[in-house]
C-alpha cells in the first residue's frame, strides 16, 4: 500500500486480487468492486485470474467500445398487443442460472454519456431494463486514471458512491512472479528486476514515440530472438518504450551478453567471471532462476554445488545471497528428497563450506524451516 500525489491509497495488483477475494468472502457477490489504474498496469490480467480462481466463467464487456442498445438489448415489437418484448444482451446471464459469473466492465470510464446512463442501472439495481443479474454474478468496473490524458471522463459521483472501489498500481514483485508463469526472457526480468521505475513509467511531458507499461514488457518477449539484431530491437524498443528507454535497454543486452554460460557454470566448466555492474548481477539472478524453475528434472547435486560456489565468489554479494536463497527454495519445491538432504549436508554440516560462507549460511539457516529434509 502506498499514498499516491493525489492523496489515494493505492494497492498493487496482487493485493487488489487478494482484497477483492476477502471483499467476496464477506459481502457475497452483490458488491461492486471498481478498480482504477493506469494504463497497461495489468488490471484485465488479474480480473481474468480472478474469476478462473474463483471458478467464475469472465463476462469481458469493452464499454468503451459499445453503444447503449448493446447493454439494453433491442425492443421486438407485437404488433397484437401493441407492446414490445426487450431481447436479453447475449452476454448478460440466464436469470435462473447456477453458474458463477464474473461481468467485468472494462474501459468504464471510456464510455459515451448514455452508455453511463444504461451502466447506472446495471451498478446501482443489478438489472438492465427487464432482465435482472442472477445473484451469482459479481461486477467489477475498470478505468484508466485520469492523469493518463486518454480519452478518460470523471464518472457520476453516484455511481462512484455504489462501486467499492480500489486504487491499483503496478508493482514489481507481482509482475515478476506473473512474468515467470508466462515464461518471459530472463533478459527482460533481470533488467526490470535492477530498473523496477521502468515496469511503468508516464511522462505526460515527453515527446517520445511511448512509454513502458507491464503490458508491453510482455509484448517485448514476442521479440526476444531478435535481440541481437541491433538495428530492428532498436526500432521495437522505441515503439514499444520510446527512444531514452530503447537505448539503455540496447545498452543493457550489449553487457549481458558476455555472462558465461549457465551450463559450463553448472558443469563446472567456467572459470570464474566478476559480474561487476547490477545490470549484469540481475541479468544472472533471472537466467539462473528461470532455468532452474524449467529444468529441475535435470539438475544434480553437484550442478547445485558448482553453482554455489560460482556465485559466493561474486562482487555483488547482496544479489547473490538473494540468488541462493531462491535456489533453496526451488529445490526444497521441485527436487528430490536425495537432493535435498545432499545439500542440506553440505551447507550446514561443512566446515569448510561454513567458513568460506558465513553470510550464505546466516541467510539459510533463517530460511531452513522452509528446507523439508
Known amino acids: 500500500m502506498k499514498i499516491d500525489k493525489n492523496f489515494k491509497i493505492t494497492q498493487s495488483l496482487g493485493k487488489t486480487k487478494e482484497y477483492i477475494k476477502k471483499i467476496v468472502e464477506i459481502t457475497g457477490l452483490n458488491q461492486s468492486i471498481y478498480i482504477e489504474g493506469a494504463s497497461g498496469i495489468g488490471k484485465s490480467e488479474i480480473i481474468a485470474q480472478l474469476a478462473s480462481e474463483m471458478g467464475a466463467e469472465l463476462i469481458d464487456i469493452r464499454l468503451g467500445n459499445i453503444d447503449n442498445i448493446d447493454l439494453n438489448g433491442i425492443g421486438i ?28 466492465l472494462d474501459e468504464f470510464n471510456h464510455a459515451t454519456e448514455q452508455v453511463f446512463g444504461a451502466a447506472y442501472q446495471l451498478v446501482l439495481e443489478r438489472r438492465m431494463g427487464v432482465h435482472v443479474l442472477p445473484k451469482n454474478v459479481l461486477v467489477i468496473g475498470a478505468g484508466n486514471s485520469i492523469d ?11 455511481l462512484v458512491n455504489r462501486f467499492l472501489k480500489i486504487n491499483a498500481n503496478a508493482n514489481i514483485e507481482d509482475w515478476l512472479k506473473y512474468a515467470e508463469s508466462l515464461k518471459i526472457d530472463w533478459k527482460i526480468l ?15 511531458q515527453t515527446s517520445e514515440d511511448n512509454f513502458p507499461t507491464p503490458r508491453n514488457w510482455v509484448r517485448l518477449n514476442d521479440f526476444k530472438e531478435e535481440f541481437e539484431e541491433e538495428d530492428f530491437i532498436e526500432c521495437v524498443l522505441n515503439g514499444l518504450f520510446g527512444y531514452s528507454l530503447a537505448i539503455q535497454f540496447k545498452q543493457y543486452l550489449k553487457i549481458v551478453s558476455k555472462i558465461p554460460s549457465l551450463v559450463g557454470i553448472l558443469n563446472g566448466e567456467e572459470e570464474v567471471t566478476t559480474l561487476t555492474d547490477l545490470n549484469s548481477s540481475y541479468a544472472f539472478y533471472m537466467l539462473v532462476k528461470s532455468y532452474f524453475i524449467n529444468n529441475s528434472e535435470d539438475i544434480t547435486f553437484k550442478n547445485i554445488v558448482n553453482l554455489i560456489n560460482y556465485t559466493n565468489k561474486q562482487a555483488n554479494s547482496e544479489v547473490m545471497q538473494m540468488l541462493n536463497v531462491d535456489l533453496i527454495g526451488i ?15 553440505y551447507i550446514f554440516e561443512n566446515p569448510e563450506f561454513a567458513k568460506q560462507n558465513k553470510d550464505f549460511v546466516k541467510k ?8 523439508a529434509v
Open 148 to 158: 493518463d490524458q486518454g480519452i478518460s471522463f470523471d464518472m457520476p459521483s453516484p
Open 190 to 204: 533481470g533488467f526490470l528486476k535492477s530498473n523496477p521505475e521502468y515496469l511503468h513509467k508516464f511522462n505526460g
Open 331 to 345: 529445490v526444497n519445491k521441485n527436487m528430490s528428497s536425495e537432493i535435498k538432504n545432499k545439500l542440506h549436508y
Open 77 to 104: 415489437p407485437i404488433k397484437e398487443e401493441r407492446k414490445a418484448i426487450w431481447t436479453r444482451p447475449e452476454f448478460f446471464p440466464p436469470e435462473n442460472c447456477s453458474k458463477k459469473y464474473v461481468m467485468f
Open 364 to 371: 539459510i539457516k533463517d530460511f531452513s524451516k522452509e528446507l
